[in-house]
Structures are given as C-alpha cells and as structure tokens.
C-alpha cells in the first residue's frame, strides 16, 4: 500500500522549552487504521496538531497525499479531517449547521445530500434541528465527526475518541471507525487504551517521550515481542527452587504450588524440553501444565518501560 | 482563493447576529436616542449653532461614529475570541484557508452589522432633528471604510485578549474616549490652541471630521486628511494580523 502520510524528522520544540517531539518518522498507508498507542504527554496529540497545522512544527517535513503541510497546505489540508480530543463546538449552534460551516470552511460548495449521507451514518439525521447544547456527550462527539467528514477528506484524525466514553458507545465507536475504513477513509486515532487500539488497528505505533519507538502490524507486534510464560503445576508445593534449576528463569508460583517459567517465543530454543527433564531430575512431579501468552498492554509496558 | 470559506464564516457569522438581533440593535438604538435627548433637546437648546448649524444636527455624525467605532471592536473582538475561547479555533486553524480568508470572514460579518447599527442610527436621527446630507456617497464611503478599520482593529483586540476581561477594557478604556475627545459633540476649533494641537495625534478625530464633511461641507482637518488616516490605520491593522498569522501569535503553539 501506498503512503498516503509521511512524516519524515519531524520535531517540535513549544515556546516554553519543551520538546514534545523529538523526531518522528513514520509513513501512514492509505486504508489502514494506524493506532498511536502512548500514555498521557506522550506527544499524541502535538504530532497530530503538527500534521493538522493547529501548532508549528520546529523542524522536519509532512507530505500528505503528496501535498506539503506548509508549501501546499491547502492541498494537503482538503484532504484531512480532523476530530480533536476535547469537545470543542459553539453550544448554541443547530447541528446541520455547524456540519455545513465545517464543509464551507474547507472550501466545498454546499451540498446537503453529502451533509445528510454523514449525518445518517453518525446516527445524527434526526438531530439535525437541535442545538448542540441539548446533545448528550456521546452525540456531541458524533457531532465533531460528522464536522470532520462534512469536506470528504481522505485521511481521518481521531484523538483519543473514546476517551472518558462507555463501554458501550466505544463499541459504537468502533463500529463507525470500521465503516469510515471500509468507505476507503486512513484513519489515524490515538488512544491511551491498549484494548483499543487491539480491537480496531491494522499497525499500531507505540510513542512515548515525544518518540515512536515502533509501529508493527498488530499481530506481529503481538508475536514478535510476545513473552510466554508456562505455569507448572506441582503435585507437591515446594519451598524453593532447587539449585539444579537456578539456570532459568523461573519464580515460584503461590504458595510454592507452582512454576513460572517466563520464555521468548523468537528465541531459537524455548528449552522447554530441557526444563521439564530438569524438574523431574530435581524430584519434583508435574500435576499441570499451561501456557499464556502475554496481552498488549504486557508488551507496550514493557516497551516503555525498557526505554525509559 | 477559498471564497467558500470566507462566505461560510460570513453567514455563520451573521446568523449568530440575527439570532441576537433585539440585543444587537435595540440597545445602539437606545442609548442613541438618550443622547439626542439630553445633548441635543436639553441640553443643545442652550447652545446657539456650531458654525451655522444646529447643536442637535451637529452632532449626528459624532454620534454615528461613536456608535459604530464601538460596535465594530466589539464585534470582530467577541467573532474571534469566541472561538478560542471554547475552542474551535482548531478548524480555523485546520482549514485550508488564508489568513486573509479566515480575517475577511469575520471582519466582513462585524463590519456588516455596526454599518447597519450606523443606518438605524442615522434613520433615527432624522426622528429628532431636521437634516440634511450633503455628500451621500463620501458619506456611506467614509462609513464602510470605518467600519471596516475598526473591524480589523477589533479582530486584532479578540486575539490578543486572553480574558473577557481584556476584550472589554479595548472598547472601554481606549475606543469610547477616544471619540468622545475626538470632537463628536464639538468642532476642536472651539478648544484653546494647545488642546487643538493635542487632539490631532488622535486617530478619531480625522475620521469625524471627514464624516461630519460628508454631511454639512465642513470639517475640522483637511478632507485628504480624513482619508489617508483611515487608509493608514486600515494598513496598519491589516500588517498586524498578517505577523499575526505567520508568527501564529496566541493562536498557534
């Protein structure tokens, strides 16, 4: 697939001191659901402001569909949708219009048919009369999708669109994001939630400290840095680990009733045959064996926590 | 040029006016008329003529630019900080559009509604005194041309203030006495030598006086006086909110 965002050195340094990014390279493909994934102040929302033009960078380039950010920002800037975090619309507002004004400001000419097609699919069509005021959260932030799909853009900015948000209406929210993907939208959301960016993400980047320390297709960040761990279960508790098996990584599970044997699936040998002759040397009997293999949110803490 | 962005700002703009239009132009109204009142009916009726015209007509121009000075500021101010105030600045900022798109939005919607605060007035006016214009097109030039400067200038207040508190001080404190001391109620002749010199370094003066020409063929400076002040002051502004938008000064981080 194509890139239809590149990002190449792309740092940004506020007025106060504080680099937020300190240089990001990153290439978003057309069609795709890119999760950036990173705890609070990670600079989420300062690389998606960069992109959009809402602050300035410090240095480095953005191309979006080809069009520079700031050479050609008005092509790239017709082609982004942007759905910032904080609900951010004027409460006395109609809804039909403040989606109409989105479409103006973005330069199409007016067309009510493509207003009504996005209003319907947010489930908005028969609020298009009310005042923003009088909408619960969930529609308002309906409201400020709708206002970012009204110009037809190609690439989607979601910033944390679940933050704060119920179960239930995260769900909804994913459906629409799937929807927006299969009608040939890029979407680009940041999220602090490890299960959403597992539920929705085709790649998923991981930033933290104004860096990506990575992006992988989901599935092979999950194989390729997933720690396993077997649990042995003992016929009879133990007090420690016997010295035969100090060669492993092992802890004692509770209450010495078990074994935690921690191994990396890309290693060239799990030495999991050589373990369990070993514990049967040691005298010990197996009653149980299980293996789990660790979530994102295992993978993404120990990711930052290695870098920090 | 996205022209379409500047008419989306425009109507926006102007829908918000005339979802409000008792407050926007029945207060201008009023208190317009209570100057009539007290400084034509009580309080002119003891002041002969102002070289040859009545206090009462004298005053109209004065009282139209008062009006219209103020609401031109505070209007294009509220236009712009509104939005950074509860945040949807970010699709000014995101949009595909100019600094003099996104400026000319909002500086034709103010500047739409104090000309038409400045036309009520005026058809006010002809309630309370006898009058005549003489220069009609100098005299709607001169009104378009302030509104619009003093539009700019208030676009200028509404990124700059940080607070309600500071969009209000601009109108209060500078706006309003400047034209009170600008000779709307007086010809500057009337004041001693020194005082007359003073005056001249204020901006408003030069704008009544060309106003208040365009009505009785008389005015206190020089008319290409009148008119290369408000060209300046409208370049001037128009220079600050282009370093405005390429240092994104308060607007952009």
């Known amino acids: ?308 | 040029m996205n022209l379409e962005a500047v008419r989306a700002i425009y109507v926006f703009e102007m829908a918000r006016t005339f979802r409000t239009l008792l407050q926007s132009i029945v207060s201008p109204v009023l208190s317009t008329s209570l100057y009539f009142v007290v400084f034509g009916a009580a309080i002119g009726s003891r002041i002969d003529e102002v070289e040859g015209i009545s206090y009462g007509a004298f005053i109209v121009p004065g009282l139209i630019m008062l009006s219209v000075l103020v609401q031109s500021v505070s209007n294009a101010s509220f236009g712009i900080y509104f939005p950074k105030f509860i945040g949807t600045i970010y699709e000014l900022l995101s949009a595909p559009a100019s600094f003099l798109e996104i400026t000319a939005g909002y500086v034709l919607a103010a500047a739409t509604k104090s000309l038409m605060i400045g036309l009520i007035i005026l058809g006010t006016a002809f309630f309370f005194v006898d009058l005549q214009i003489a220069h009609p097109v100098w005299m709607i030039t001169f009104l378009v041309l302030t509104c619009l400067s003093f539009s700019l200038f208030g676009f200028i207040i509404g990124i700059w203030a940080q607070n309600f508190e500071q969009l209000q001080l601009v109108p209060l404190l500078v706006v309003t006495p400047l034209v009170f001391l600008g000779g709307s109620f007086y010809s500057i002749t009337m004041l001693p030598p020194v005082w007359q010199t003073v005056t001249l370094f204020n901006p408003v003066v030069y704008l009544v006086s060309g106003f208040r020409w365009s009505f009785f063929g008389m005015s206190d400076v020089a008319l290409g006086w009148s008119l290369a002040a408000i060209v300046l002051f409208t370049a001037l502004c128009i220079g600050v909110i282009w370093w405005i938008f390429r240092t994104g000064y308060r607007i952009r981080g």
């Open chain 1, 1 to 308: 697939m194509p890139a239809i965002v590149e990002i190449r050195d792309l740092q940004k340094t506020y007025d106060s001191g504080f680099t937020a990014l300190k240089s990001i390279d990153l290439d978003i493909r057309e069609g795709e659901i890119l999760a950036l994934l990173g705890p609070n102040g990670a600079g989420k929302t300062t690389l998606i402001s960069a992109i959009c033009g809402i602050v300035r960078q410090t240095a480095g380039h953005v191309t979006v569909g080809g069009h520079d950010t700031i050479a050609q920002y008005r092509g790239a800037r017709r082609l982004i949708g942007l759905v910032p975090q904080e609900i951010n619309l004027e409460p006395f507002e109609k809804v039909m219009n403040t989606v109409r004004f989105s479409r103006g400001l973005f330069g199409r000419p007016r067309d009510d048919a493509h207003i009504e097609k996005v209003l319907r699919q947010l489930s908005l069509w028969d609020k298009r009369d009310a005042k923003v005021i009088e909408l619960s959260g969930g529609m308002k932030r309906r409201v400020l999708i709708a206002k970012a799909l009204s110009h037809e853009p190609r690439v989607l900015f979601l910033d944390e669109p679940t933050a704060g948000v119920d179960v239930e209406l995260r769900r909804d929210m994913w459906e629409t994001v799937r929807k927006l993907q299969a009608d040939g939208v890029t979407i680009i959301l940041t999220t602090h939630y490890i299960e959403e960016a597992e539920a929705i993400a085709d790649r998923i980047g991981i930033i933290a400290q104004g860096e990506i320390l990575l992006v992988e297709k989901k599935a092979e960040l999950m194989r390729r840095l997933g720690a396993k761990q077997m649990v042995i279960e003992l016929q009879h508790p133990t007090e420690r680990i016997p010295e035969q098996l100090a060669g492993y990584d092992l802890t004692l599970g509770k209450d010495g009733g078990s074994l935690v044997y921690t191994y990396d699936t890309q290693g060239e040998r799990t030495g999991i045959t050589k373990l369990l002759s070993d514990i049967s040397a040691a005298g010990l009997q197996l009653r149980d064996v299980q293996t789990r293999q660790s979530s994102l949110e295992d993978i993404f803490t120990d990711i930052v926590r290695k870098d920090s």
